[in-house]
C-alpha cells in the first residue's frame, strides 16, 4: 500500500515562489507514475503535471508550463513541484498522486490510484 503526504503549501504574493514536496512509502515507488493535481473552490480537480518513472519525462499542463517544475528523487521515495512566476489563479488546493498501471504520464485524475491528503497553496494579488 502506498502512503502520499504532501507538504509546502502556503500564502505567496503573485509572482512569488513555493515548492510542494509529496513523500511516498511503498517498496515500488520508483515504478509508479507520479503527478499533481489541483483543485480550485466551486471547480473540479485538474491536470497540472505528471512525471515518468525515471524522471525522464514530463508533462505540463498549458496554463503552468513554463513557470512549474516536476521532479523526482527515487531513492529519497519523494517528488517535488517547483511553482513559480505565481498568480491568483493558482489558487487551489494541490494533490500528489500516483499510478501504478502503465507508463503513460496521464492527465487524467481518475487513472491515479493513491493521492494524497492535499495543501493549500494562496496567490494573494
Known amino acids: 500500500q502506498v502512503q502520499l503526504v504532501e507538504s509546502g503549501g502556503g500564502l505567496v504574493q503573485a509572482g512569488g515562489s513555493l515548492r510542494l514536496s509529496c513523500a511516498a512509502s511503498?517498496?515500488?515507488?520508483?515504478?509508479?507514475?507520479m503527478g499533481w493535481f489541483r483543485q480550485a473552490p466551486g471547480k473540479e480537480r485538474e491536470f497540472v503535471a505528471a512525471?515518468?518513472?525515471?524522471?525522464?519525462?514530463?508533462k505540463y499542463a498549458d496554463s503552468v508550463k513554463g513557470r512549474y517544475t516536476i521532479s523526482r528523487d527515487n531513492a529519497k521515495n519523494t517528488w517535488a513541484l517547483q511553482m513559480n512566476s505565481l498568480r491568483p489563479e493558482d489558487t487551489a488546493v494541490y494533490y500528489c498522486?500516483?499510478?501504478?498501471?502503465?507508463?503513460?504520464?496521464?492527465?487524467?485524475?481518475?487513472?491515479?490510484?493513491?493521492w494524497g491528503q492535499g495543501t493549500q497553496v494562496t496567490v494573494s494579488s
Open positions: 512525471i515518468s518513472t525515471s524522471g525522464g519525462d514530463t
Open positions: 511503498g517498496p515500488t515507488f520508483s515504478s509508479y507514475v
Open positions: 498522486a500516483a499510478r501504478s498501471a502503465g507508463s503513460y504520464l496521464s492527465p487524467k485524475s481518475y487513472e491515479y490510484n493513491y
